[in-house]
């Protein structure tokens, strides 16, 4: 089934965390990206450095300026749910200062039996404290990978298209849901505070 933002009538939201669905087309075409450019491919890091019992991935680092297919569709569709985020909690922009995709963009693979296992937010050293919020959407879907929040007693399901925001602050820390034969993929990055 195709899912595309606008036509769902509301979008799910539990404890600020967001979920809606984008079209599918562009999570297959981010895939292919991913495979036709294997010599862009490096292994994922967390904290600055590799370490393959807490995170076992194969990133590629996308440009946040960006504006190729299927990356300029990919940021559209993204606002888009970003923009029904702060309709719902509209205090975000009049509490925070302006904000916006300020980093690199990680389009991730995760072969069979391989994850972010450690339990972690995105606000966990000072390096990365002006994130305000977080995105990922999972570009395949694998039943029983998703993503674990533990103090929201909540998992979000790896179904293809499924975008997910929420607080980079430790009361949303989450960890990835491993499954032992399927391979998942997925986009993530940060809204963080403009430099100005």
Same mark, same amino acid.
């Given at each position: =089934?195709?899912?595309?933002?606008? /036509? ?13 669905? =984008?079209? /599918? ?51 559209? *569709? ?7 985020? &702060? ?14 995709? =300020?980093?690199?963009? &990680? &389009? ?5 039996? *391989? ?21 990922? @959407? ?8 998703? @993503? ?7 998992? @979000? ?7 997910? &925001? !929420?607080?980079?602050? !430790?009361?949303? *820390? ?7 034969? /399927?391979?998942? !993929?997925?986009?993530?990055? !940060? ?6």
């Amino acid at each position: =089934m195709e899912h595309d933002i606008t /036509k769902m009538n509301k979008p799910v939201m539990k404890d600020f965390i967001y979920q809606n669905f =984008m079209d /599918k087309k562009i999570c297959e075409d981010i895939i292919q990206y991913f495979k036709d450019h294997p010599h862009m491919v490096t292994e994922g890091e967390c904290g600055g450095g590799v370490v393959k019992e807490i995170k076992d991935s194969q990133d590629i680092i996308i440009d946040r300026r960006l504006e190729e297919y299927p990356f300029n569709k990919y940021k559209q *569709a993204l606002q888009e749910c970003l923009n029904e985020y &702060l309709s719902i909690y509209p205090e975000i922009s009049r509490l925070i200062d302006e904000f916006s995709l =300020m980093e690199n963009i &990680l &389009l991730q693979y995760y072969k069979p039996n *391989a994850g972010y296992r450690l339990l972690h937010c995105e606000r966990s050293m000072p390096s990365c404290s002006h994130r305000v919020l977080v995105f990922m @959407t999972y570009l395949n879907t694998v039943k029983d990978a998703g @993503t674990s929040f533990p103090f929201q007693n909540q998992i @979000t399901e790896c179904d293809i298209g499924r975008t997910v &925001l !929420w607080p980079g602050e !430790w009361t949303h *820390a989450h960890k990835g849901i491993i499954h032992p034969t /399927k391979e998942k !993929w997925l986009i993530t990055g !940060w809204l963080g505070f403009n430099d100005n």
